[in-house]
C-alpha cells in the first residue's frame, strides 16, 4: 500500500521470490509498473519484476486473492485516507505491518483498522523513486518488525519466513517500541539535516558544527523517550556510530521531498516529538531550530485549500 522506495523495494524483493504481490501505486509510476514491470536499480544487484499493480486497494483481492499481509507504506500526512481506502481488502486475519516513520503511526492505524490488525515495524534502507518504475536502492535494506505485546505469534513467525526466504535482511523484535523509538531518534537529526544542508551524509558528518547539532537532537530524543517509558540506554553513542557507517553519498527522504517540491511529514516525526516533549516540559532547543528552518519548507509545499 504505497509503491515508493519502500513499498516498491520490498514489494519486489518478496514478490521476485514467489510471493504473490500487488502494488498499489498511482500516476505515472503505475502505469511504468503495469506496462513495464518494477525495477530496481540496487547496491546488491538489479532486477526487475512483473505483478500486478492498481491504483484501488479495494481491486487487490481480485488480482491475487485473500491478503495475508499489507505493508502500509504511504506518507505520513497520507495514513488516515489510505487507512479507509485499504478496510475493503480486509478481511480475516490479514495484518497490517507499517514502515513508515515515526511512532505515532501504529496508533493512528490501530484507530482506523483496528489493533489485532497492526503489527509494529519498521526498515533501515536507502531507496527512492528515481523514474516512474523503477526504484533506487543506494544502502542498507533491513526489515524489523514484531506484535506490539511482543508475543510471539504464528502470523509475525510467517512473514519473518517469507522475508528471509526472499533475501530480505530481517530481524523478528519482542520489543519493537522501543526499536521504533531508536530510528525516530535517528531520522530526526538525520533527515533534518540532510534536508537543510542538501549536503550527502559524508559531508554533514564530517563537518564538527553540523556533527554536534544532530548529536544535540539525539540526546533531546533520548529525552524524550525517557519520558514516555521507553529506556533506550546507550542510544546517542549508538546513533552516532550507525551514522558514521551510513554510505557517504547518501541522503535522507526529507532531502528528496524538499528538493522535489513534495510535501513533508515534519509535523508528524519533529512536530509530534516537539508535543511531547512539550507535555512532559523537556526543553528542546535543538530540535525547535530544525522545526523552526523546516516550517517553512514544508508551508511552502502544502497543497492548496
Known amino acids: 500500500m504505497g509503491t515508493g522506495g519502500v513499498g516498491g523495494y520490498f514489494g519486489a524483493q518478496l514478490a521476485r521470490a514467489g510471493e504473490s504481490v500487488a502494488f498499489v501505486a498511482r500516476g505515472a509510476h503505475l502505469g511504468a509498473i503495469q506496462s513495464a514491470g518494477l525495477a530496481v536499480r540496487s547496491v546488491d544487484g538489479d532486477f526487475v519484476v512483473t505483478a500486478p499493480a492498481t491504483d484501488d486497494p479495494a481491486r487487490v483481492p481480485a488480482l491475487i486473492g485473500p491478503v495475508d499481509l499489507v505493508l502500509f507504506c504511504v506518507k505520513l500526512y497520507d495514513t488516515e485516507t489510505a487507512a479507509r481506502a485499504l478496510r475493503p481488502l480486509l478481511a480475516g486475519p490479514t495484518a497490517v505491518l507499517s514502515l513508515q516513520n515515526g511512532v ?44 506490539l505485546d511482543g508475543r510471539p505469534t504464528d502470523r509475525a513467525t510467517a512473514v519473518f519466513q517469507a522475508a528471509r526466504k526472499a533475501g530480505i535482511r530481517v530481524e523478528l523484535s519482542a520489543d519493537v517500541r522501543r526499536v521504533q523509538w531508536e530510528k525516530f531518534l535517528m531520522i530526526l537529526g538525520l533527515s533534518a539535516m540532510s534536508a537543510l544542508t542538501r549536503r550527502p551524509m559524508g559531508e554533514i558528518r564530517a563537518c564538527p558544527e553540523s556533527r554536534r547539532l544532530y548529536q544535540a537532537v539525539f540526546e533531546e530524543v533520548a529525552a524524550i523517550a525517557g519520558a514516555e517509558g521507553v529506556a533506550l540506554g546507550d ?23 524538499v528538493t522535489q517540491g513534495r510535501r513533508l511529514e515534519l509535523d508528524w516525526l519533529h512536530g509530534h516529538a516537539l508535543r511531547r516533549a512539550a507535555r512532559h516540559g523537556l526543553p528542546v532547543p535543538a530540535l525547535s531550530a530544525l522545526y523552526a528552518c523546516l516550517k517553512p519548507m514544508a508551508l511552502a509545499a502544502e497543497p492548496a485549500t
Open 104 to 147: 505515532a503511526k501504529d496508533g493512528m492505524l490501530a484507530d482506523a483498522l483496528g489493533p489485532e490488525r497492526i503489527v509494529g515495524g519498521l526498515c533501515n534502507v536507502f531507496v527512492a523513486i528515481e523514474a516512474p518504475g523503477l526504484i533506487r536502492h543506494s544502502g542498507g535494506g533491513t526489515l524489523v518488525f514484531g506484535e
Open 235 to 257: 542510544v546517542v553513542a549508538r546513533t552516532m556510530a550507525l551514522g558514521d557507517r551510513l554510505p557517504p553519498d547518501s541522503y535522507s527522504s526529507m532531502y528528496h521531498d
